[in-house]
């Protein structure tokens, strides 16, 4: 058995070194996919069976959720969790927690499993949900909070949907916009919303529709009001409101194994402090021409070709990421965006702008498997990443969208999440 290279107080502290000094000082509650503490790694939420399915399922019939995520303390600790349910926007819903779930508001994670042969210790939690202690009474947004000793101060948050299936979404039509000004660079998302034998009463006031690009948390379209409310269908065909900047392939790289290079590997090397693995440099991609490759639409992939079992075999190793770039960005910062920063702009994935390499790099401390990432810039104090600077805009990039329709029914004082469709290429993702 690999002997553990760090004393669990000296990895803390290397984690905490190597973090934004204000990321980990947040301990209030967000709506968010959030790490509140730095020992927790790695937490993943999909329909079981699915570890690239989004985290989303039918409120009715037996499909389920499951959570991992791991604990670099290597040790057990009685972690609880919970559930918030929240409107279309993720702010949190005014109804009581026996209003939206049935039989516990709150149970302990009792699955857990310690690493096994790997260079960093750790322990591995998993939770599916809804089970035989908590089950949801009503569709929407919901939170999923898991914390030590009260929920007002979690250690993780992470978002998911319930869904009833009550509308149809159809007339997909999804592609180069369709505006001179907005050709090259955008994708224009248009679509009908069939109520059938649904009622909604006012759908100017009482629908909502998000559209979400690649599962990113940070660009979410909200549509408040369709363009034409006709005998049948609800149209949302517009010309500027539903475009999306298109962005490029998604980059990626393969960490699957510790014992050789995969192609976008430049070396790995066995230090004190455990693996690192130095990816290529990622040039800019602005002034190139578009290169069609597979991906998985930002996704990460959790395996281990070197053992057994990835839950609790797969190593952890120090990711270096590197961006040739000759000046630094002004007012603004670079992130790496993915599964892997939660889909967000991550501070604990911002890049540091290296002036006597006239690069801008980071090091992120990753589990072993198969990662999708893209650059995106977000000027000082925005919570909108841009791939423009680095990646460009390619009209011909294959996205992947998610629509989600939301109504609050009149005297209600939430949101209800009545259908959805899932357009691009996650129907043919297999396993990388």
Request: charged fraction near 25%; charge should be negative.
């Amino acid at each position: 058995m690999k002997k553990l290279l760090l004393p669990v107080l000296l990895l803390i502290s290397v984690l905490l070194k190597a973090q934004p000094d204000d990321y980990y000082s947040v301990t209030s509650l967000r709506t968010e996919n959030r790490i509140y503490i730095p020992n927790l790694k790695t937490p993943l939420l999909y329909p079981v069976d699915d570890p690239l399915g989004l985290p989303m399922i039918p409120l009715a019939g037996d499909k389920q959720l499951l959570l991992q995520f791991d604990d670099l303390d290597g040790t057990y600790k009685p972690w609880q969790y919970t559930f918030i349910h929240c409107d279309a926007l993720w702010n949190p819903s005014p109804l009581r927690p026996n209003e939206y779930l049935e039989g516990f508001t709150t149970d302990e994670i009792r699955d857990y499993a310690f690493s096994f042969n790997t260079t960093l210790s750790y322990t591995h939690y998993s939770l599916i949900i809804p089970n035989d202690y908590i089950r949801f009474t009503r569709s929407g947004n919901y939170l999923l909070v898991v914390y030590e000793e009260t929920p007002e101060k979690p250690a993780l948050t992470l978002r998911f949907m319930l869904y009833e299936e009550r509308v149809k979404i159809g007339d997909l039509r999804i592609g180069r916009a369709t505006m001179p000004a907005y050709m090259n660079n955008f994708q224009e998302v248009d679509f009908s919303v069939y109520p059938g034998n649904y009622r909604i009463v006012a759908p100017e006031r009482d629908l909502k529709v998000v559209i979400m690009q690649n599962g990113r948390w940070d660009n979410p379209l909200l549509l408040r009001k369709p363009r034409n409310i006709g005998a049948d269908a609800l149209s949302y065909d517009f010309e500027e409101e539903n475009l999306f900047p298109a962005g490029n392939q998604n980059r990626q790289f393969d960490i699957k194994s510790l014992r050789y290079r995969t192609e976008r590997v430049a070396d790995i090397r066995y230090l004190s402090d455990g693996y690192h693995v130095y990816l290529q440099p990622d040039l800019p991609r602005v002034f190139r021409p578009f290169v069609s490759e597979p991906d998985i639409n930002g996704r990460m992939y959790i395996h281990t070709e070197d053992m057994t079992k990835g839950e609790t075999e797969a190593d952890y190793a120090w990711v270096h990421f590197r961006v040739p770039f000759d000046y630094p960005l002004a007012s603004g910062s670079l992130f790496i965006l993915g599964a892997l920063s939660g889909n967000t702009l991550n501070p604990t994935t911002r890049m540091a702008y290296n002036y006597e390499e006239k690069c801008y790099e980071a090091t992120l401390l990753l589990k072993q498997g198969f990662y999708n990432y893209l650059y995106v810039f977000a000027g000082s104090g925005g919570d909108k990443g841009d791939p423009s600077v680095i990646e460009g805009n390619k009209w011909e990039t294959p996205n992947e969208y998610l629509l989600l329709v939301y109504h609050r029914e009149p005297g209600d004082i939430t949101d209800k999440l009545i259908g959805w469709t899932l357009w691009g290429r996650e129907a043919s993702l297999r396993k990388p």
